[in-house]
Each structure stands twice: as structure tokens, then as C-alpha cells.
């Protein structure tokens, strides 16, 4: 397998019929609907609770995933992301058939450059480009301004799923993840990937991870691999989380698994907290609709 790896002043935004910017809704539409937060919130000691309800450990059904990466400027504190993805959260995790979103957060070792993007996973191809199309062309900062164009360097794929699988609860047990990102050659992936996938799911569970998705990109060539860990039991937070992220950053890749016949090289290997998770089949049961679960050390929601 050859290998390259890569680590990689407010505006208003408009989708959906609502206007706001990063530091605050600045407007409504008529009828466009109200910011909504995340419901049953409770607190034990430091750490905050939050009422997640559905997300059923075990097979996943999702046909469709979709990911971005793109780094942050020093504009954008950690308590600014979280305020804005609370605030940005609700006429977006109402798109179809999203299941959920984790929003990965790393701080890059050598130049402390913040990357960002998402995680989703989606219930049929139809509804993830439904989102791709949304997030390209409907989403507008500003006129003549789409979204995307705020962002240097976004990097971001529509997947088709193989297999996804929760072996742990989202509530308790999802907070780090890892993207591992590959080219092929071989017009058979789709073949080639179902022939691995049960060896790789059960890898996955053997090693205490709470959550693994393989899919692979048609267009592009490429395949992705998303594995979920949870933090360490150490009752200082900030080492719980470290000891998380360096457990799922250690461990020998997945890509590892993935056939020869594939002719693969490695394009991404990112570990990263997952600072937020959108709920929508969570909020739809009437519990949380968001979770901050590395929260302390880091901070939640101030809006």
C-alpha cells in the first residue's frame, strides 16, 4: 500500500429562510423557525447529562454518508465553534433522513491550526445528495457568496455506506474519532469491500470501540473508514479525553484490511475529539438534539 499522508471578520449566513452570523442570530424571515436547544439537560458534579434518546446499539441503517475537513482561523475560539454549531444546528439536522452528525475538532500539534468539519451518516443515497446539493448551492454568507467559500480548503465527499455498526451507547460512549481516507483503483469495491467488512466490524468491537463505518466514494475512487472511541475513565476530563484520542490514534489503521486487489493509497489519517453531536432521531423522541459530551474540558453551548 504506498502511502501520503496529509494532516490538514463575522459574516451573515443565510439557509433555510433564517438569517444569523457567528456571534448571534441577527434575524427571522417570516414563518422561518426559531432556534430550538437541546432539551433534558441535567448535571452530575461537573459534567453535564444530556437525555439521548434512541440510537440503538448494532447494525446502522444508512446507505449514505457525507464528510468535510477545512481548518479555522485564530478569529474562531473553541467557545465560538460550539456556540455557532448550537446555533447554526437547527435548520440543518432537519435535512432528510440524516441519522446524525459528529462535528470532529482537532488542534493540530505543530501550529495549534484548528480543523473542523463533519460526520454524517444518512438513510439513502437520495437524501445525501439532497445535503450536498444544499450545503453547495442554497447556503448563502452573503449574495453571490456560497457557503462553502468562507472556508479555505474544504475537503469534502458523499459516501456510500458498506456497513456501520454502534457497538456502545451514542450517549455515553462517542467522543473521538478517526477518518482514515483511501484512493482505489479497482472497479469492483463495491464487491471487495462487502468481503472485508464483517472482519473489520469485528476488529473494531474486539478492540473496545463504540462505533465503525466503511464506505466508499464512486466518482472520486475513494473509500472511507470512520472508527469512534470513547474517553478513558480518568477523573480529571482533560486526561480522559487525551487518553482517548492517543488510544484511537495507536491503534494500527483499518485500512489495513482493506484487499489488495483495491491497489489503495493512503490519502488522510485524522484522529480528533468529537466536540458536538447533532441528534435529529433523538429530538424526535422528544430528548436531547444535541450533545457536547467533551464538555468539560471543553466548552459547551453559551447562547
Do not use: C
Not at 19 to 44: F, M
Not at 81 to 95: F, G, T, V
Not at 116 to 122: D, E, K, P, S
Not at 238 to 263: C, H, I, M, T, W
Request: charged share 25%; glycine share 6%.
Amino acid at each position: 500500500m504506498r502511502s501520503h499522508f496529509f494532516h490538514e471578520a463575522d459574516r451573515t449566513v443565510t439557509f433555510s429562510g433564517t438569517v444569523h452570523n457567528v456571534t448571534g442570530w441577527s434575524g427571522y424571515r417570516s414563518g422561518a423557525p426559531r432556534p430550538s436547544h437541546p432539551r433534558a439537560v441535567r448535571r452530575k458534579g461537573t459534567t453535564v447529562m444530556t437525555d439521548v434518546r434512541g440510537y440503538a446499539t448494532g447494525p446502522i441503517k444508512a446507505e449514505a454518508a457525507f464528510t468535510s475537513d477545512f481548518p479555522l482561523d485564530d478569529r474562531y475560539s473553541t467557545q465560538d465553534i460550539a456556540d455557532m454549531l448550537e446555533r447554526e444546528r437547527p435548520n440543518m439536522d432537519i435535512r432528510p433522513g440524516m441519522r446524525h452528525k459528529y462535528t470532529p475538532l482537532r488542534f493540530d500539534p505543530a501550529t495549534g491550526v484548528k480543523y473542523i468539519g463533519g460526520r454524517y451518516l444518512f438513510d439513502t443515497w437520495e437524501n445525501v445528495l439532497d445535503y450536498n446539493h444544499f450545503t453547495n448551492e442554497e447556503l448563502y454568507p452573503e449574495p453571490g457568496v456560497k457557503f462553502w467559500s468562507r472556508f479555505p480548503g474544504v475537503d469534502k465527499h458523499y459516501w456510500r455506506v458498506t456497513g456501520a455498526h454502534d457497538f456502545k451507547p451514542m450517549a455515553t460512549a462517542h467522543h473521538v474519532n478517526r477518518f482514515e481516507r483511501y484512493s482505489y483503483t479497482n472497479e469492483n469495491v463495491a464487491e471487495l469491500l462487502e468481503s472485508v467488512w464483517e472482519t473489520m466490524r469485528d476488529d473494531a468491537e474486539a478492540r473496545g470501540l463504540s462505533s465503525i463505518w466503511l464506505m466508499f466514494q464512486p466518482e472520486e475512487k475513494q473509500i472511507g473508514i470512520l472508527t469512534v472511541a470513547e474517553k478513558s475513565g480518568d477523573t480529571d476530563p482533560a486526561v480522559a479525553v487525551s487518553q482517548g484520542l492517543e488510544y484511537l490514534e495507536r491503534l494500527n489503521a483499518f485500512g489495513r484490511f482493506l484487499p489488495k486487489e483495491l491497489d489503495t493509497t493512503a490519502l488522510m489519517d485524522r484522529t480528533s475529539l468529537i466536540i458536538s453531536s447533532w441528534l435529529p432521531e433523538s429530538r424526535a423522541l422528544g430528548g436531547a438534539h444535541s450533545s457536547f459530551d467533551v464538555s468539560p474540558p471543553h466548552p459547551s453551548p453559551q447562547i
